[in-house]
């Protein structure tokens, strides 16, 4: 025979097409047979090792890999298919994957290139019979008919279905939502997605087919090889996003998944229910009757690749196929991170850059099973391609430890776990690369073992989520109006039934949603609690209305009874904040206007109170220009601001003037204009508080610790917060503003006789309370020259070269020489 001979077995679902290649694959002494699920392998395997001799079988999947030296049958994933065997029987399953926009190109190569010796077996579906006939080979059709008959049933509440139903959903969200909802009415689901390891999978299967549950919740993960006792599938959604957009699913994905209803010879419904559009009768009708529109393009990629230099390897990546119904694969995964590390890696003067390429390309190959973060798959992949370019060779025991020492835990909820599960699957799959890592039989049974582990913790996490006695108290409860039995306990938990639902914490209600309850779960809880919540929430805000114990803290909350009730927003400016409430939305309009009321004017009235230097600045009613410019000016600027910046509106005051000012607790002083009330503690800390809320930013820095009138740090960076606090900066050096002004008093004071050498004394340092050496590098910072005579310090204004001043009023000279004809009182 000088063609091939393949045998198409081309059907619905439910006409025995696996069956039939598993028992034509043993009727020859040696075969294979690709599958599209590592799930499906292994059930095929463990189904095929009883029918023959258990040595004479291999199971090989990405990250399982069971070869005996003298197998005869493999069983594999089709990615996993080893293509130099010669086999006499080589079957493919779900045919019509070569038509899958993400794996097409590999189910293409295998229809176009694995063959058995003696006999081919693609066995799917009837819409890909088109392009089979156009293979070069000698081709049977085998057309196989339902062996059950399958009905269109409508549309039907999810309170109405009967037992023994898949609903379907396409995407976690939904498939949770759903299953909480059945939970609620019906008492309990199983779930089955993709995301789940084939463990877990296989235990919520055995859930739901040993009646501890009558409800399926899935994906369209059920649409191959998944076989129940199913009587309906109702879809939620006639939609899924693809990885790329929201699309409708076609007639013949919908056929795939619906066909799961009515296995073998029992009859099977499928229908719709939620918010999910109706299917026309014409579809109806392709449906019920498997007819759908044929695959007339099959995804294709060169897979004869080129790795003499990464020019070569990228060209032949991009070679487009020969045959018109052949479509060249937009850019896979493992061509994006490929992509990526040519851009990154110099392969070109490499002397073994075909073994490098190679390696690389295999490295790229690693299925990203975790999915939701791009970058840590890269991470991956270069972590692992360092490893096998390294003088060693391989990855180390240490580094493969540490990997799964992070992942060993079986804490957290359903979705935590299946990140850990999937991020060891990766970890699987490397371990079961040949002589890829040290000890490779240890690693594949310790990943292996996590694996489980960890499937079976989300398998108990699922079953304790989606089958809850809390929930089913409340459900019967609102379902038929019944009155609760709601309980305050003194130390503010709430039970209602018996059941424990949360605790009031402050004025609002902090649910107990340890159990990984959702949306509906929360909406069901409150509504239960409602009716005694509500009046112990009014009667505590009147409490705190008439206590009035409130408290502003740091962080710009407000607090009654160490909970939060409000907290601090931008207002209209920094002496104006608004408050949004922290409180629990069940609270009804009118008590949550009561409240923001009293808070509004509470928090006023601590501002004008602690801040009330600043306020009468504001509402300063002198018509004097500019005692009114340099109020604004200080009012701006928080209450204190450099002497030089307003050093204009300084020369336009009289004494009168100053005396008015100085009545309204401003001080005038050498570098600085400021109210000294506002240095104190409580002004300093709502001030820099308000401050920071107006801003929105610097929520990091804090004021000095109160009682320090000297610091030298060099970590502090803004200087413009050192101010508002009362601090000014000479290198890195901070010095409380009215200490400053102080210490200038002292040195009048000073009996010394010429003010050209001024003697340090004591009481200087003990006024700013730092060591003789910090003194003397703040006065350096200052432009003076420290002298040292006969173990005494003396310090001496060496002032800056500048132009001749044109008066002695403009004359910035020694500060300390000049402070006797100052007026600073």
């Not at 060591?771 to 173990?791: G, T």
Request: proline share 2%.
């Amino acid at each position: 025979m000088n063609k091939n001979k393949i045998t198409a077995v081309l059907g619905p679902t439910n006409t025995g097409k696996t069956h039939l290649a598993i028992e034509t694959m043993l009727s020859f002494d040696t075969g294979m047979i690709g599958f599209p699920l590592r799930l499906l392998a292994r059930e095929v395997y463990d189904k095929v090792i009883k029918k023959t001799k258990y040595d004479e079988v291999a199971l090989i999947t990405g990250e399982e890999k069971i070869i005996p030296s003298n197998a005869k049958y493999f069983l594999c994933t089709v990615e996993s298919m080893p293509i130099d065997k010669n086999l006499e029987f080589v079957g493919v399953d779900e045919i019509q994957m070569c038509a899958d926009h993400e794996r097409g190109h590999i189910f293409t190569d295998r229809l176009l290139n694995m063959r058995g010796s003696k006999l081919t077996m693609l066995m799917g579906s009837n819409t890909i019979k088109g392009i089979v006939s156009k293979l070069n080979d000698d081709i049977e059709f085998i057309d196989r008919k339902r062996l059950s008959k399958l009905t269109y049933s409508g549309h039907k509440k999810i309170s109405r279905i009967n037992r023994k139903t898949a609903i379907i959903a396409f995407s976690t969200e939904e498939v949770y939502a759903i299953a909480e909802l059945i939970r609620r009415q019906k008492g309990g689901a199983a779930i089955v997605m993709g995301s789940l390891s084939p463990k877990t999978r296989n235990a919520q299967v055995n859930l739901y087919q040993s009646g501890d549950v009558d409800f399926l919740v899935a994906t369209d993960a059920i649409g191959m090889g998944i076989n129940m006792d199913l009587d309906q599938v109702y879809f939620s959604n006639l939609k899924k996003f693809d990885g790329r957009k929201l699309r409708k699913l076609n007639l013949s994905e919908i056929g795939q998944i619906a066909g799961r209803a009515g296995r073998y010879l029992n009859d099977g419904n499928f229908g719709i229910t939620g918010d999910c559009k109706e299917i026309s009768a014409e579809e109806v009708e392709l449906l019920e009757n498997h007819k759908f529109e044929n695959i007339r393009t099959l995804f294709w990629r060169n897979s004869d690749l080129n790795f003499n230099n990464p020019t070569s390897l990228l060209k032949s990546l991009e070679e487009k196929p020969n045959k018109d119904w052949l479509r060249k694969i937009h850019e896979c995964e493992d061509e994006k991170v490929l992509k990526y590390f040519l851009k990154k890696l110099d392969l070109y003067n490499l002397p073994n850059v075909k073994e490098t390429l190679t390696l690389l390309w295999e490295c790229c190959q690693i299925p990203d099973f975790v999915k939701k973060t791009y970058g840590n798959h890269i991470d991956v992949v270069e972590k692992v391609f360092n490893f096998l370019i390294s003088d060693k060779g391989k990855i180390s025991d240490n580094f493969m430890h540490l990997q799964l020492m992070k992942l060993d835990k079986l804490d957290g909820n359903v979705d935590s776990l299946a990140n850990r599960i999937a991020n060891v699957r990766t970890w699987s799959y490397v371990s079961n690369k040949n002589n890829w890592v040290e000890n490779q039989n240890y690693w594949i049974e310790k990943t292996k073992f996590l694996e489980d582990k960890l499937s079976d913790r989300l398998h108990e996490e699922l079953t304790k989520t989606f089958i809850d006695k809390r929930a089913s108290v409340l459900a019967r409860g609102l379902k038929q109006d019944m009155e609760f039995d709601t309980k305050i306990l003194e130390n503010n938990n709430v039970m209602i039934d018996d059941q424990f639902i949360g605790k009031i914490n402050g004025l609002k209600l902090e649910l107990d949603l340890k159990k990984g309850a959702l949306e509906t779960d929360i909406k069901s809880l409150k509504k239960a609690a409602r009716k005694t919540i509500g009046p112990e929430l009014e009667k505590r805000i009147q409490m705190v209305i008439d206590t009035g114990l409130v408290e502003l803290k740091k962080d710009s909350k407000i607090y009654w009874n160490n909970a939060t009730i409000g907290k601090l927003i931008p207002g209209k400016d920094y002496l104006s904040p608004n408050i949004e409430l922290l409180v629990d939305e069940m609270l009804e309009q009118n008590q949550k206007s009561k409240l923001i009321t009293f808070l509004d004017k509470w928090l006023k009235n601590k501002i004008s109170t602690v801040l009330k230097s600043l306020y009468d600045l504001k509402d300063i009613k002198d018509k004097n220009s500019s005692i009114k410019a340099l109020a604004y000016q200080l009012y701006e600027n928080n209450g204190v601001i450099k002497r030089d910046k307003v050093s204009e509106y300084l020369k336009n005051l009289d004494q009168k003037d100053r005396k008015i000012l100085r009545n309204l607790g401003v001080k005038f002083g050498r570098y600085h204009v400021f109210l000294f009330k506002l240095i104190k503690p409580e002004p300093v800390s709502l001030r820099t508080l308000l401050w920071k809320n107006h801003n929105q930013k610097y929520f990091h820095l804090e004021p000095p610790t109160f009682g320090l009138n000297f610091l030298n740090d060099n970590k502090i960076k803004n200087k413009n917060f050192m101010l508002l606090c009362g601090f000014e900066k000479f290198d890195n050096l901070y010095i409380r503003i009215d200490i400053l002004e102080r210490l200038f008093v002292q040195i009048i004071n000073s009996d010394t006789k010429s003010m050209k050498e001024i003697k340090m004394i004591p009481e200087m340092l003990n006024l700013l309370g730092c060591n003789k050496d910090d003194f003397k590098q703040l006065l350096k910072a200052m432009s003076y020259k420290v002298l040292e005579k006969n173990n005494e310090v003396y310090f001496k204004y060496i002032p800056k070269k500048k132009a001749r001043p044109q008066n002695k009023k403009d004359i910035k000279e020694n500060p300390f020489g000049v402070l006797k004809h100052l007026n600073l009182n």
